[in-house]
C-alpha cells in the first residue's frame, strides 16, 4: 500500500523558514517523479514544485520560485521542501504528492501538513 | 501557463441523478485532462486520467471525456458519498494548473 507522510508543519511569522518532510513507502521511491501542492483554507489546488525521480531536474510554481526549495533522499524515501522568507500567503495544507508514469499524473496523494504563516 | 475554467462552481442534485461537470482549457491539451475527487478534511483522490480512463479502484459510474480543450466528468447514480469537489487538471504542460473546483452537493 503507497502510504505519504508529511511532518513538520506549523505555526511561522512571516520571513519564517519551515522544512517539510514527507515519509514515503509502499512503492519504490526512487522511480518516481514527486511533488508539493497546496490548498490554501477554503481555497482550490495549487502545484507548488516537483522533482524528478533521480532528483536531478526541479520545477516550481512562480509565486515560490527563488525561496522554495525541493528536494528528495532516495536512499532514505524521503521528500523535503524547504521554505524560506514565508509569508501569509504561503499559509496552506501542503500535500505530498506521487506521480504516476507521467510527469503530472497524481496518483497518491498524502494526508497533509498545514502551514500557517502569521505574526 | 495554461488557465483551466469548470463549470460550474456549484451543483446541486439528489440521490440517483446524474450529473456532468465541464473542463475547459485556455490551449489545447491533448487528452492531457485529470479529474479528482475531494471530500471535506481529506486529501485529493484521482479519479479519471487521459481525460477517460478509470483509475484502478473507481468505480464505473465516473466517466470522462473530450479532447484538445473541452472535457466532461460525469457521474451516474448519484450516492451519498459522491457529494463533494471535483477538480480537474493539465498534466500538458508546466506548471500543471486545476481548475477552480466544482462542489457537488446535496439537493
Known amino acids: 500500500e503507497v502510504q505519504l507522510l508529511e511532518s513538520g508543519g506549523g505555526l511561522i511569522q512571516p520571513g519564517g523558514s519551515l522544512r517539510l518532510s514527507c515519509a514515503a513507502s509502499?512503492?519504490?521511491?526512487?522511480?518516481?517523479?514527486l511533488s508539493w501542492v497546496r490548498q490554501a483554507p477554503g481555497k482550490g489546488l495549487e502545484w507548488v514544485a516537483a522533482?524528478?525521480?533521480?532528483?536531478?531536474?526541479?520545477y516550481y510554481a512562480d509565486s515560490v520560485k527563488g525561496r522554495f526549495t525541493i528536494s528528495r533522499d532516495n536512499s532514505k524515501n524521503t521528500l523535503s521542501l524547504q521554505m524560506n522568507s514565508l509569508r501569509a500567503e504561503d499559509t496552506a495544507v501542503y500535500y505530498c504528492v506521487k506521480s504516476s508514469s507521467g510527469w503530472y499524473l497524481f496518483d497518491y496523494w498524502g494526508q497533509g501538513a498545514l502551514v500557517t504563516v502569521s505574526s | 501557463d495554461i488557465q483551466m475554467t469548470q463549470s460550474p462552481s456549484s451543483l446541486s442534485a439528489s440521490v440517483g441523478d446524474s450529473v456532468t461537470i465541464t473542463c475547459r482549457a485556455s490551449q489545447s491539451i491533448s487528452s492531457y485532462l485529470n479529474w479528482y475527487q475531494q471530500k471535506p478534511g481529506k486529501a485529493p483522490k484521482l479519479l479519471i486520467y487521459a481525460a477517460s480512463s478509470l483509475q484502478s479502484g473507481v468505480p464505473s459510474k465516473f466517466s470522462g471525456s473530450g479532447s484538445g480543450t473541452d472535457f466532461t466528468l460525469t457521474i451516474s447514480s448519484l450516492q451519498p458519498e459522491d457529494f463533494a469537489t471535483y477538480y480537474c487538471q493539465q498534466s500538458y504542460s508546466t506548471p500543471p494548473t486545476f481548475g477552480q473546483g466544482t462542489k457537488l452537493e446535496i439537493k
Open positions: 509502499g512503492f519504490t521511491f526512487s522511480n518516481y517523479a
Open positions: 522533482i524528478r525521480s533521480s532528483g536531478g531536474n526541479t
